[in-house]
């Protein structure tokens, strides 16, 4: 029997791949936060989008500097993406906080996480009033994965990668 969802209706959209997304400051302060909704848009160019309230200091962060990074990580950084879930870059250092470490991007200020087997380094393209939040759509710059963990374009199924099903809920692609 069907139900009628009547909120949190973004569930029925997930898992979604839990990511750190990180932006950097314009006296080049970086900033990370845990995320979950992205997507790619386009292909050719491509662009992907990135969901952040605009309550956060990330979305402040983006608006100003124009970029951001999309580092995904495997499950070894879970208790990491918790961390950076939980609090705001405004108050606190987080890379420090999570004993996150990171280096430049390639083509982008933003920082680049280590430990972290894919990125996405983006140019903000264009940004979309979404209730809530604001939709970003990034530029693709660069993007790059570790090999070990991917094969003919597609990620192993050994892999795990963090899935957030919602709520305080995270399983493992695999």
Known sequence: ??????????????????FFLTSISKNGKPNVMT????????????????CVSKESYTAELIKKTKEFVVNIPTKNLLPKLWICG???????????????????GKKV????????????????WKAIDAGECYAFFGKVLSAYADDKYMKDGLWRKETEIPLHLGGKRIVYFR
Request: hydrophobic fraction near 40%.
């Open 86 to 104: 939980k609090t705001s870059g405004r108050d606190t250092d987080k890379f420090k906080k999570a004993a996150l470490k990171y280096h430049n």
């Open 35 to 50: 995320c979950a909704w992205a997507t790619p848009v386009s292909e050719e160019p491509p662009i992907i989008i990135v």
């Open 109 to 124: 200020k933003a920082p680049v996480i280590d430990g972290c087997i894919g990125h996405i380094e983006c140019k903000l």
């Open 1 to 18: 029997m069907l139900r009628q969802i009547k909120s949190d209706i973004y569930h029925l959209l997930h898992p979604k791949m839990a």
